[in-house]
């Protein structure tokens, strides 16, 4: 089993930024891949961007250029910087590790965080 915990939430105004900590606890060994994915009021949840263990990274295409996942596998943590933040961006953010496959998929999910929430103001 893995625990996955967020923290970071918040809420800023458009153009801000937040970073948001996921930390790993468990049997974080045999994580492939990692991922934050944010679910919005009467929306499905959808990735945001995924990170294998060796680093290769992914984003959906409404992120890019604005938020940038990284790892840190020494302290068991992984990261969300989100900088430019818009209105749009306002949901529940959830960390999420996967132990085969691609991390992109809810399918390949076999762990989440209970989320932190980002609100950005107009």
């Known amino acids: 089993q893995v625990q996955l915990v967020e923290s970071g939430g918040g809420s800023v105004q458009a153009g801000g930024s937040l970073r948001l900590s996921c930390v790993a606890s468990?049997?974080?060994?045999?994580?492939?891949?990692q991922a934050w994915f944010r679910q919005a009021p009467g929306q499905g949840r959808e990735w945001v961007a995924y990170i294998y263990t060796g680093g290769v990274s992914y984003y959906v295409d409404s992120v890019k250029g604005r938020f940038t996942i990284s790892q840190d596998n020494a302290k068991n943590t992984l990261y969300l910087q989100m900088n430019s933040l818009k209105p749009e961006d306002t949901a529940m953010y959830y960390c999420?590790?996967?132990?085969?496959?691609?991390?992109?998929?809810?399918?390949?999910?076999?762990?989440w965080g209970r989320g932190t929430q980002v609100t950005v103001s107009s």
């Open positions: 468990g049997d974080t060994y045999s994580t492939s891949c």
């Open positions: 999420a590790s996967g132990v085969g496959g691609s991390c992109r998929y809810h399918r390949n999910i076999n762990y």
